[in-house]
């Protein structure tokens, strides 16, 4: 054999061998990426929430992942000023989730020019409250919209972020303008902070948001091929402690009657009253909307149990994702996760379930 074959034959073998260590490596990595697509994806998953269901905004499944939620139109949270009923502040709003403006008077402002302020902030699809000093009391008192006169030193607010998205530019400029004008009609001052800091501050909250925005759900489904009677729905949910609102949507609450989570029809129809008699249903979904609930495990717990209660007055199944019986092992797995989320939540200084993650998540 001449030195030229020998060659040939060794590039050969090495050419051979790198095509098998190059296939070897694709079939590695492909695996690794099939794994991480379907991370979470085993029997014990829980339901993410219908796309279509009009409590709360889509929140996508998140086992292992951030959440993405397609937010509520601005419409339905403009015009929230005062929402607090007159409670005292010590420190005012919150400069962690709210662009704070400072007015300050040349005398008291009367009643009337309260209510033109009011209504000039709550236009720009973000929720905006008027703040009062109360020097007497000793901090910043929430003008709801029946708020008398008197105040000279006043914070208008308007919030950085909540589940519609972060503040936008055009949003704060007009907030601005608004206050500017305002304050030019009534002899006032105003002292704004730095909007494009306040902009970099509302989208770095909108992305902590998205990252901790999650929804838990489980399924009480019927057999195959059958369907639960709107009827004994309502007499079986009743039953297990949930109420139901004029959304059309279930809900249990707690002792002090916050809501906890809520049960709602899989498909599109609502619970209306007038409606129960002739609706028939296939399944039932109850959600836990993470980021409002303080002790998220006590409460899938809870809601857990809720749902085999349910499921076994209408003989039903309680179900995940895949129509996979729920499992202790998947509650296991889940609660580990809400353990990381509000965690995070806490390092934030935006514990789950505080009056700061109500507005946010809102």
Known sequence: MSDLQIALAVLGVVVVSAVYAYNAWQER?????????????????????AADAPAVPRIEPRIGGAAVEGGAPAAAISGRVGTEGGALLAEGADPLIEFIAIIDGSD?????????????????????????????AGGWRVLGRDAKGGYSRLQAALQLANR??????????????????????????????DTAEALKA?????????????AIGVNVVAQPGGAFEGGEVVAAVVAAGFELEPDGVFYRSDAAGEPLFTLENHQPQPFLAEAIDSLQTPGLTLLLDVPRVADAEAVLEEMAAAGAQIAETLGG?????????????????????LVEIQAAMAAHDIPAGSARALRLFA
């Open 108 to 136: 008291v402002f009367n009643e009337a020019a309260l209510r033109e302020l009011q209504q000039a902030i709550a236009i720009f699809g973000k929720p905006a409250r008027l703040l009062g000093e109360d020097a007497a």
């Open 202 to 214: 509302a989208q770095a909250l909108d992305a902590f948001c998205g990252e901790t925005d999650v």
């Open 317 to 337: 199944l309680l179900v995940d994702d895949n129509r996979v019986p729920l499992q202790a092992p998947g509650l296991a797995r889940i609660k580990a996760q």
């Open 29 to 49: 990595a492909l695996r690794r990426r099939m794994e991480r697509a379907f991370e979470g994806q085993h029997e014990d998953v829980l339901l993410k929430r």
């Open 164 to 193: 519609s998205g972060p503040l936008h530019a055009p949003q704060l400029n007009g907030f601005c303008d608004a206050l500017r004008g305002w304050c030019a009609k009534h002899s006032a001052d105003v002292s704004l902070p």
